[in-house]
C-alpha cells in the first residue's frame, strides 16, 4: 500500500505504508487523545513539553498533544547542536508555526562542548574525551537534551511526553535515559510506517514526512543507511516476529532473509534492558516492581 | 408485558477512588430515574476502576458496607447493577456485580473466569467465583449477570439462559487494543465483542446487555460501545465508542416469549446429555476414565 499525499500525484507516494500494518487512524487519535488528557490529569498537570528535533516522531506528538489538550498548553523545546541540519531546525519551526504552540531554542552546544573540548582544548571529561566516538557523542547530547526537558518542566509546570517509537525501541535504537525517558509516551506502541500514517493523518508537513528519519548526530547520518535495512521491511519483520509470534523457520517461509531475522532478533534480545526498569536486589518484604505493585497514579499521588 | 428502558451508565471511573466513583453512581442513578430507566447498569469495577493491582485491598467492600445499602436504597423503586470489588469473610477478593432492587442486594455475581494471559493480570490479585446462577428480579424475567472475561466462555451464557435468564447482563472492563484498519469497527477488540453479543442473544434466544467502561488506566484505554442486543440477534442499541455518558434503550421483554416461540432452541437442549458427556469428559481430563489414553 502506498500512500499519496495531498495534491501530489499518485506516482509519488509519501512513504511505503505494509499492508498488516495499515491502522484506522481515527481510532488511534481517538485513543491516544484521551491517553495523554488522562497520563496529565491523573498526575495532577495541565501541560505538556517535549522536545522537537524536526523529525517526524516529535512532529507527530506536538501535534497529537495538541489535538488533545490545546496548543497553549504545549511548550516545544528544540534543542540542536553545532554540527545539527540546519534543515532540521526549519522543519521544527514549521512544525511550531503549523500548531501555534509555545517554543524555546535551548543550544546544547556549550554544554556538550564542556565536556567532550572543542579545537583541541579538553573539557571536564578530560583530554580524551576530544577523541569520543560519535556513539558517546550521541548518547551525551540525547542527556543533555533530557536534562533540558526535565528541567523546562519545572518552569513550565509540565510533563514530559516521550517521542519514540515502537521500532526504535525494540531494536535498541534510542539512548538510556536520553530520548527515551520521558513521563508517558503516547506513540511508544506504533511501528515508523504506523507513526507516517498517523502523521499524514493529522497533518504534520509533508516534508517532515518525505525526509529521511535521522538521529542527525552527524552530518548526512540517516537511520536506514546505518542499520542497512528499510523501515517498511524492518517493521513487517518486528511485527510478524514479535506480535504475531512467527517462527524464523515461518518468517523465511514467508520470503523474510534468515539473516535479517537473526540479525532483528539479536538487536531485540540485546536492548531488553532498555525497555525495562532497572532490578533492585530482593532484600525486603515487599520489593517495588516484584510484589509491591500499585498503578502510577492513585488517590493522593497528584500533584496538588 | 411493560416496555423497559434500559440506562447503561458508559463511565470512566477514577482509578482506586471509591468515593469519587461513589458519587458519580449517584448522580447517574438519578439521571437514570429521571429519565425513566427501569434498569440502570454501571461497568466492571465501575466502583474502583480496572488496573488496581495491590490496591484492591484497600478498596474492598463486604456485601454488609452501608455504601452498598446507600446504592440500593437510592435505586428503590429501579434495578440497578454495580461493580466493585467484594471482600468475603475469609478475606478473599471477588470481582463482583450485583442486583440491586427494593433497597437490597438482589443477587451477587463473583467473576468466574479471571484473565491473566497478555496483558491480564486479574489471578494474582483476585479468587475466582464458583457458581454461574440466573436470579428472579423485579422486571419480571429471570436476570443473568457475567463480568466481563465470563463471556469469553460460551458455558456463562449457556448456564444463564438454561437456568431461566431473559435478559443476560454482561458489565466489562474491556481494554482496547489491535488498531489494525482491516477490522468493521477500527478496533479489533470491540469487533470481536461485537460478535459474541450478537451470537450469545441468538443461541440463548435472550437479550443482551453489554456495558463497558470508557477512559484510560495507566497504559490501557477502554473503549465502551456499550449495546443491547435482541433475542433475534438484532442490534436494538450501541452507544458511541470511547464516549462518556448515560446512554438508554427500550426494550420489549415480550420479545424473548415471541422469538422462544418461533425458534424454540432451549426448548430444544439437552442438558442431561451435556452433563453425561461433560461428567465423561471432566474424568477423562482427570485420569480417572477407565479409558484414559493420556
Redesign the interface.
Known amino acids: 500500500m502506498s500512500v499519496a499525499g495531498a495534491g501530489t500525484p499518485p506516482e509519488e507516494p509519501m512513504f511505503e505504508l505494509p499492508h ?1 500494518l ?7 487519535r ?2 491516544i487523545a ?2 495523554i ?3 496529565l490529569r ?1 498526575a495532577g498537570f495541565e501541560r505538556a513539553v517535549l522536545g522537537l528535533s524536526g523529525g517526524i516522531d516529535s512532529a507527530l506528538v506536538a501535534f497529537l498533544v495538541a489535538e488533545a489538550i490545546g496548543p497553549e498548553r504545549l511548550l516545544c523545546v528544540m534543542m540542536p547542536y553545532r554540527t545539527s541540519s540546519p534543515a532540521s531546525q526549519a522543519d521544527a519551526e514549521a512544525v511550531v508555526a503549523a500548531l501555534g504552540c509555545a517554543s524555546e531554542l535551548v543550544e546544547i552546544t556549550a554544554m556538550v562542548d564542556g565536556y567532550f573540548g572543542v579545537d583541541g582544548v579538553p573539557g571536564e571529561g578530560g583530554p580524551d574525551a576530544l577523541d569520543a566516538s560519535p556513539l558517546r557523542r550521541g548518547n551525551f547530547m540525547a542527556r543533555m537534551r533530557m536534562a533540558t526537558l526535565y528541567d523546562r518542566s519545572v518552569t513550565w509546570r509540565a510533563l514530559v511526553v516521550g517521542t519514540g517509537n515502537k521500532t526504535e525501541s525494540l531494536i535498541g535504537y534510542t539512548t538510556l535515559f536520553g530520548d527515551a525517558a520521558c513521563a508517558f509516551n503516547p506513540i511508544g506502541d506504533l511501528y515508523k510506517s504506523q507513526v507516517r500514517q498517523l502523521a499524514a493523518a493529522v497533518g504534520v508537513p509533508e516534508t517532515v514526512i518525505r525526509k529521511a528519519p535521522s538521529a542527525d548526530l552527524w552530518p548526512g547520518q540517516t537511520d536506514e543507511t546505518e542499520a542497512g535495512f528499510t523501515y517498511p521491511v524492518l517493521d513487517r519483520v518486528l511485527f510478524w516476529r514479535v506480535d504475531r509470534r512467527r517462527s524464523v523457520d515461518e518468517m523465511v517461509a514467508m520470503g523474510f532473509e534468515a539473516g535479517l531475522v537473526e540479525r532483528v532478533d539479536r538487536m531485540i534480545a540485546g536492548s531488553e534492558f532498555k525497555r525495562q526498569v532497572p532490578p533492585i536486589a530482593k532484600l525486603g518484604p515487599r520489593t517495588a516492581g516484584v510484589d ?8 493522593g499521588s497528584a500533584r496538588p | 408485558m411493560q416496555p423497559l428502558r434500559i440506562a447503561l451508565a458508559q463511565i470512566a471511573p477514577r482509578l482506586g477512588d471509591l468515593e469519587a466513583n461513589l458519587t458519580r453512581h449517584h448522580e447517574l442513578i438519578a439521571e437514570a430515574r429521571g429519565q425513566g430507566a427501569g434498569l440502570v447498569i454501571f461497568p466492571e469495577l465501575g466502583l474502583t476502576g480496572y488496573q488496581l493491582q495491590d490496591l484492591a485491598a484497600d478498596v474492598a467492600v463486604r456485601l454488609d458496607d452501608p455504601r452498598l445499602a446507600g446504592l440500593a436504597e437510592a435505586a428503590r423503586g429501579m434495578s440497578a447493577v454495580v461493580s466493585f470489588v467484594e471482600e468475603s469473610a475469609d478475606h478473599r477478593l471477588f470481582i463482583a456485580a450485583a442486583l440491586l432492587e427494593d433497597g437490597l442486594i438482589r443477587h451477587v455475581h463473583r467473576k468466574v473466569f479471571l484473565p491473566t494471559y497478555g496483558l491480564f493480570d486479574e489471578r494474582r490479585f483476585f479468587a475466582a467465583g464458583d457458581v454461574v446462577r440466573a436470579t428472579p428480579s423485579r422486571l419480571g424475567v429471570g436476570v443473568g449477570l457475567a463480568v466481563c472475561e465470563d463471556f469469553w466462555h460460551v458455558s456463562t451464557p449457556h448456564l444463564l439462559a438454561m437456568d431461566g435468564a431473559h435478559l443476560l447482563i454482561n458489565v466489562s472492563s474491556s481494554p482496547g487494543r489491535d488498531l489494525a484498519s482491516t477490522h468493521d469497527v477500527g478496533l479489533g477488540t470491540a469487533a470481536s465483542w461485537r460478535t459474541l453479543m450478537r451470537t450469545y442473544a441468538q443461541l440463548t434466544t435472550s437479550f443482551v446487555v453489554f456495558c463497558n467502561r470508557v477512559g484510560v488506566d495507566e497504559s490501557l484505554s477502554f473503549w465502551g460501545g456499550s449495546e443491547v442486543i435482541g433475542p433475534t440477534g438484532a442490534t436494538v442499541f450501541g452507544a458511541p465508542m470511547f464516549e462518556e455518558g448515560l446512554f438508554t434503550a427500550d426494550i420489549e421483554l415480550g420479545d424473548v416469549r415471541r422469538e422462544r416461540i418461533t425458534l424454540p432452541l432451549l426448548r430444544d437442549e439437552r442438558p442431561e446429555l451435556v452433563a453425561r458427556e461433560w461428567d465423561r469428559i471432566v474424568a477423562g481430563r482427570a485420569g480417572l476414565a477407565e479409558d484414559a489414553g493420556q
Open positions: 498488516e495499515a491502522i484506522d487512524t481515527g481510532v488511534a481517538r485513543v484521551d491517553f488528557r488522562g497520563q491523573q509491591y505493585l500499585y498503578p502510577r497514579r492513585r488517590p
